[in-house]
């Protein structure tokens, strides 16, 4: 019970925050600024929880003006299971939180109004995050989805592709239907923003990804899905072959006939420990 109880500790509160906090003083709009923040806080704490629940490492649980993330260490080498409840349980406590809304204008502990915006902020931040753009909860449902079939590099690609292109049909909505709208277009922008960052670090993330994998990230791995490549073939080429939550034998082939095979660890250790980067597969399979 204590680590999670330890999650508190981990909450980062950006400096900004503090001061749309302080505009809200100014504007009047304290209270419901309060009633905000801890709509996100609820939020953020449900994904640590789940996290938490099946052992992440979990960095911090930032907080920011108009919502909140959880930082982890864990680099798509978690069973997809688990990434698909933790992406999940951010929106679930919406649902209660609603009931619990609902009991308190009920019990008259909180007036019709109050309930009103509770529920409407509530019902906005459930939706929005659902909807399929990454970095929102949607978006890593869909990143989820799209590693069921296609390896991590491909997924990774095509979330942002897609994520790019629902969030500028957004802009353009926006643009016509809510032109003065300051909130959603700095909601949009931001998206627009991490979705560029997430684009120009891919190759990044991906190194990360078999960076766990080689420190040994993938011992709960099930699914075994064997990789066949060609002696002429590079192993970046290999490796981009890599698929979340499955462990790859290497089947090596010469004119269609297989010639030997090859454990994943040993392709890792190949790429990272002694820095073979451009190697091929037959001169690797022939080197163990």
């Not at 929106?91 to 109050?114: E, K, N, R, V």
């Not at 959603?184 to 190759?203: A, D, G, P, Y």
């Not at 990789?227 to 192993?235: F, G, L, P, R, T």
Request: aromatic share 14%.
């Amino acid at each position: 019970m204590n680590e999670y109880f330890r999650l508190l500790t981990k909450i980062r509160i950006h400096s900004t925050f503090w001061l749309v906090l302080g505009i809200g003083v100014i504007t009047a709009q304290f209270i419901p600024l309060c009633m905000l923040f801890f709509i996100v806080i609820i939020h953020e704490l449900g994904h640590a929880i789940a996290a938490q629940f099946y052992s992440w490492r979990i960095k911090s649980i930032k907080l920011l003006p108009f919502g909140g993330a959880l930082e982890t260490e864990e680099h798509g080498n978690r069973g997809l299971k688990e990434d698909l409840i933790v992406a999940l349980s951010g929106p679930a406590q919406h649902i209660w939180l609603c009931i619990l809304g609902y009991a308190l204008m009920q019990a008259q502990l909180i007036t019709q109004d109050s309930f009103y915006q509770f529920f409407y902020m509530n019902a906005v931040i459930f939706l929005f995050n659902l909807l399929p753009i990454w970095p929102l909860d949607g978006g890593k449902v869909i990143f989820v989805l799209l590693s069921l079939k296609f390896p991590f590099l491909d997924a990774h690609r095509h979330t942002i592709a897609a994520s790019t292109v629902i969030a500028g049909i957004g802009l353009l909505a926006f643009s016509f239907l809510a032109p003065n709208n300051l909130n959603m277009w700095v909601m949009v922008l931001f998206i627009l923003f991490s979705l560029l960052m997430e684009w120009k670090q891919r190759h990044f993330v991906f190194v990360r990804f078999l960076l766990e994998r080689h420190y040994g990230r993938n011992e709960r791995f099930q699914t075994l899905k064997p990789i066949h490549a060609d002696v002429s073939e590079s192993i970046t080429a290999v490796l981009g072959k890599f698929q979340r939550g499955c462990k790859h034998p290497i089947i090596v082939s010469k004119e269609g006939k297989e010639r030997g095979v090859l454990d994943e660890n040993e392709i890792l250790h190949a790429y990272f420990t002694d820095k073979l980067t451009n190697v091929k597969m037959g001169d690797l399979l022939y080197s163990y």
